[in-house]
């Protein structure tokens, strides 16, 4: 008699990409799993309701505005998989990607959350340079709190039932609401790197017009959320990863005040140089040292 495959929730929001759906819920596909794909549209004003709603086998959603970590909540209450991956619509799975987690949390009952590896690819889906990432073997919840190792939702899995347990994606911190899931996790139970090539994630289009404001605000309040208590290895670790956020997003700040300034965009360039003092001060201080 033939083993019951395991049911793999795939919950994709999307907000004015449908562009990139078709391919998207395409990538969806496994040999050793079955799948349902839920897209939750965080109502969008593009063509991503018609392009839905013409695709076979799949549970579509329109929820009102309310931000990515809203319509994955959503996907995650419709979901009914013994495990759930959160794949952005600009996004997409790679072959066998699916199978590679399930094999993983198979293998690994204890673990909470599996997750591996993805390529970057450009907007025509063309593929891009891809830094390495290291491999971690143990002490996942410290190197977290060092950096996100995630670069995309879509490298990770999760066995449904302890993110549902953990409260799923929390509001206030929708740029960072899926580092935050990490962390949480990763502190209540143990997680798995299998390190196989899972996603291909695709650069924001946007990377260059701003946002790293939301982004620097959003990941330091998780860093506050989840500041850990007095410990030898722990603290250590979040302190670095606190600079490490400052540094990282003040500098994309500090760059786009610059071509604020360019632009003559003098008040959005002051609102942001204040973000940038009061966030990330070693920062500001350095910048003003460096025109001085």
């Not at 970590?69 to 066998?96: S, W, Y």
């Not at 949390?105 to 673990?111: D, I, K, M």
């Not at 632009?263 to 959005?268: M, V």
């Amino acid at each position: 008699m033939k083993a019951t495959l395991p049911l793999v929730s795939v919950v994709i929001p999307c907000h004015n990409q449908g562009r990139y759906l078709r391919e998207c819920v395409a990538s969806a596909a496994a040999h050793d799993a079955d799948v349902e794909v839920i897209v939750v549209d965080d109502e969008s004003t593009d063509d991503t309701a018609a392009i839905a709603r013409g695709l076979d086998g799949i549970v579509y959603v329109r929820q009102n505005s309310q931000g990515r970590a809203a319509a994955r909540n959503c996907g995650l209450r419709k979901a009914t998989g013994t495990f759930v991956i959160f794949l952005d619509a600009c996004d997409r799975l790679q072959p066998g990607g699916i199978d590679a987690g399930v094999r993983a949390l198979g293998a690994n009952p204890l673990c909470a959350m599996a997750y591996g590896r993805c390529v970057m690819i450009g907007s025509e889906g063309e593929a891009m340079p891809t830094p390495a990432l290291p491999t971690v073997r143990c002490g996942h919840y410290a190197a977290l709190l060092r950096t996100n190792l995630l670069w995309t939702a879509g490298m990770a899995i999760f066995r449904r039932e302890a993110l549902v347990d953990a409260g799923g994606f929390k509001d206030g911190v929708d740029a960072a609401a899926d580092y935050d899931v990490y962390l949480r996790i990763s502190h209540d139970h143990p997680i798995h790197d299998h390190g196989q090539l899972v996603a291909a994630y695709r650069a924001p289009e946007d990377a260059a017009g701003g946002g790293a404001s939301r982004m620097l605000k959003d990941t330091l309040t998780v860093m506050l959320r989840n500041r850990p208590a007095v410990d030898p290895v722990l603290l250590p670790a979040w302190q670095e990863g606190y600079g490490r956020w400052q540094d990282y997003y003040g500098m994309q700040l500090v760059e786009e005040i610059r071509r604020d300034v360019r632009s003559a965009a003098l008040w959005r360039a002051l609102a942001k140089a204040i973000t940038l003092a009061r966030r990330a001060p070693a920062v500001f201080r350095r910048e003003v040292q460096r025109m001085a």
